[in-house]
């Protein structure tokens, strides 16, 4: 398979993992990769995309342990791969090692590819954050939002690093909702569902019908969407949400 065809199916692949709504569907990907592994295992020819895949799938479940497996199998058989220093980076933040993930983020911001990279650098800065190097965080964050080439891919990006890396539910929010006062392609359905929750919560219909009917837009296929309509549509928020 050509180079260009394996990336473009790591990118097709984790695009749709992003957009995964429930645990069965996430399991399902994961029975998927772990065959495509067994099929690529012991060929002459390498397929790095496949355990990539894997480290990032483990990410967004939330499996720390398998993330971790997963890492260092990718890190044994392809030692030299371009990704591998950012997810070994993200191996330590899942692994609750932030200060020692700050100090690797900070040899790799000496090379120029990773000053370049927007999801690192966002992971460094909340690193920062977190340890309350409070003034080299918020530099950090400025070079991020000129790097990114919107505002709303920078809040979807940093909203991503909350949510899956440090742990910051409401800061990814935050982020979410920021993301989607400039447009609405940057965001995973499960992003779109979580805000509809939230502002169910705090009986902001208005907000709630403005986020459900731009998640339709957006993906209106989405099994889980779907289903979330329908609960909606029984309970008690339907007579606010559906007038």
């Known amino acids: 398979i050509a180079r260009r ?3 473009a199916f790591l990118n097709t692949f984790m695009a749709r993992v992003v957009a995964l709504t429930d645990e069965e569907r996430t399991r ?3 029975v998927l990769l772990l065959d495509m592994r067994s099929a690529v295992e012991g060929l002459d020819d390498e397929y790095p995309e496949v355990y990539e895949a894997m480290v990032l799938l483990y990410q967004v479940m939330g499996n720390a342990p398998a993330h971790h497996a997963a890492v260092e199998t990718l890190k044994r058989l392809y030692p030299n791969h371009p990704s591998l220093p ?7 933040v899942l692994s609750g090692k932030f200060g020692e993930a700050e ?11 990773y000053q370049r990279n927007l999801r690192l650098l966002l992971t460094r800065s909340e690193l920062l954050a977190h340890l309350g190097k409070t003034a080299e965080s918020e530099r950090i964050t400025r070079a991020a939002q000129e790097l990114a080439d919107s505002p709303s891919l920078f809040h979807a990006t940093r909203g991503y690093v909350r949510q899956y890396l440090m742990n910051d539910p409401q800061g990814a929010l935050q982020d979410y909702a920021a993301a989607l006062v400039h447009r609405t392609a940057h965001l995973p359905t499960p992003a779109y569902l979580a805000l509809i929750r ?3 919560a705090h009986e902001d219909w208005k907000t709630a019908r403005k986020y459900l009917e731009l998640a339709r837009n957006w993906n209106p296929g989405n099994g889980g969407l779907q289903r979330m309509e329908s609960e909606l549509r029984q309970g008690p928020a339907a007579a606010f949400l559906f007038p």
């Open 198 to 200: 939230d502002r169910i």
């Open 103 to 113: 100090g690797v983020t900070g040899l790799l911001m000496q090379e120029g590819d």
């Open 5 to 7: 065809d394996r990336e």
């Open 86 to 92: 950012q997810r070994l980076v993200e191996d330590l």
């Open 28 to 30: 399902a990907a994961e």
